[in-house]
């Protein structure tokens, strides 16, 4: 069983650009999340999907900010005229939920640096 | 509102020595889950374990032991024997156990542990 995939993991970008990341979850899981992470800190929730549908969004994620998972599969999240606030690591992961027991499990992450 | 605070900010040992990592949290749910994560030097963030809110018993996994006490709000975690491997920043986190909301994961600021030869 392959993990949580991200892609790219790296990326550099000029302010004003857009970028998008792609996230591919452990296959048959139902849910996926999405975090970042700034330098020296814990990981802060943006939003997730249960199979296609988001169904929840922070207060971190601007209207610059969108999230896709079409067929719910894997998902892509678009920053759009990125700003240097932007730079971080963008965490995905993914769970399959029984009940209310879930355990999250992430993949490598993508770095972002906004020049 | 959730709270996770891990006051630990660097921890710095010796190989072979026991390292504990402190992690006290806040919430008004009377049903929650505990969560301990690696982060090592690669990025990803690997789990550990997870511990339930109605599960007082500690754990112990290897070299890893996790001590939860709910009077204290508390959910630490040691290392015994301690290797140059484990050196990695270490999340504790927290979450929910709403369904329909999700169980979003409310992480402390991480403990770096530094493991030297």
């Known amino acids: 069983d392959t993990g949580v995939s991200q892609d790219p993991r790296h990326k550099i970008t000029k302010r004003g650009q857009n970028v998008t990341f792609r996230c591919d979850p452990i296959?048959?899981?139902?849910?996926l999340y999405w975090y970042r992470q700034t330098l020296g800190q814990g990981p802060e929730f943006l939003t997730y999907?249960?199979?296609?549908?988001?169904?929840?969004k922070s207060r971190l994620l601007s209207d610059r900010f969108s999230a896709e998972r079409p067929k719910g599969s894997f998902s892509t999240l678009e920053i759009q005229r990125t700003e240097q606030g932007d730079s971080a690591m963008y965490l995905c992961?993914?769970?399959?939920?029984?009940?209310?027991?879930?355990?999250?499990?992430f993949g490598p992450g993508t770095r972002l640096l906004v020049l | 509102a959730q709270k996770v605070t891990q006051a630990q900010t660097e921890i710095s040992v010796v190989e072979k020595e026991d390292v504990t990592l402190d992690c006290v949290y806040e919430?008004?749910?009377?049903?929650?889950?505990l969560f301990w994560y690696k982060q090592p030097p690669s990025g990803e963030l690997v789990f550990l374990i997870r511990?339930?809110?109605?599960?007082?018993q500690n754990e112990i996994s290897g070299r890893y032991s996790w001590n939860f006490q709910k009077s204290t709000s508390s959910f630490n975690f040691t290392i015994t024997a301690s290797q140059v491997v484990d050196s990695a920043v270490y999340f504790c986190?927290?979450?929910?156990?709403?369904?329909?909301?999700?169980?979003?994961?409310?992480f402390g600021g991480g403990t770096r542990v530094l493991v030297k030869p």
């Open positions: 992961a993914s769970s399959w939920t029984v009940a209310k027991e879930e355990t999250q499990y």
């Open positions: 296959s048959e899981h139902n849910r």
């Open positions: 999907f249960q199979n296609e549908a988001q169904l929840e």
């Open positions: 919430t008004r749910d009377t049903t929650y889950y």
């Open positions: 511990r339930n809110s109605f599960d007082e």
């Open positions: 986190a927290l979450s929910e156990a709403l369904e329909a909301a999700g169980n979003k994961l409310t």
